[in-house]
């Protein structure tokens, strides 16, 4: 019998190098992934496209009845939301003839309107029926008008500015 020169490999010497081989690719693609997977960015929560919901809701309740404070008013309210350095959202209502007042202001307060500002007789009405009821949570009212409301804090409507209500809203219960 002659002895064969081919190369011949030892079972363990086989799988000693199948598991280098196979150790070697999962290097590579770990390296890869590490290169191409991660992304920084993906980390972090999206940037919010609009802050309406986190913003401090101002609102404005006005009545049908005609009232000479509410364009100044509202004049004003804009003014505060436009100006950029705050993070106040405002937003205007006019109380319906035929709603139930104290109802659709605790719609507001369900809106999450953190400052109900309001003027006009019908809306006046409205108010002091809800606050009759007890004071609503974490809500500030405030009645531009001449006349005071219980537990609603008095803008004279010669008075009605951006900086006025800027400290009124600023200064949350």
Known sequence: MTA???????????WTLLGAAAAA????????????GSDPAAARPPRPVSHVDTAT??????????????????????????GGTSSVVVQRYRLPDEADGATYVNTLVQLRCSTIVFTGAGARAAVA????????????????????????????????????????IGGRE
């Open 57 to 82: 809701r101002a609102c404005l309740l006005t009545s049908t009845d005609s009232d000479p404070g509410v364009a100044r008013t509202w004049a004003a309210m804009r003014q505060l939301a436009a």
């Open 129 to 168: 029926t809800t606050l009759d009821a007890g004071h609503p949570r974490g809500v500030r009212f405030a009645v531009v008008a001449d006349r005071p409301v219980a537990g609603a804090t008095r803008v004279d409507p010669g008075s009605v500015s951006a900086q006025a209500l800027a400290e009124l």
């Open 4 to 14: 064969t020169t081919a190369p011949h490999l030892s079972r363990t010497r086989l």
């Open 25 to 36: 690719v999962a290097g590579v693609i770990g390296v890869l992934v590490w290169l191409f």
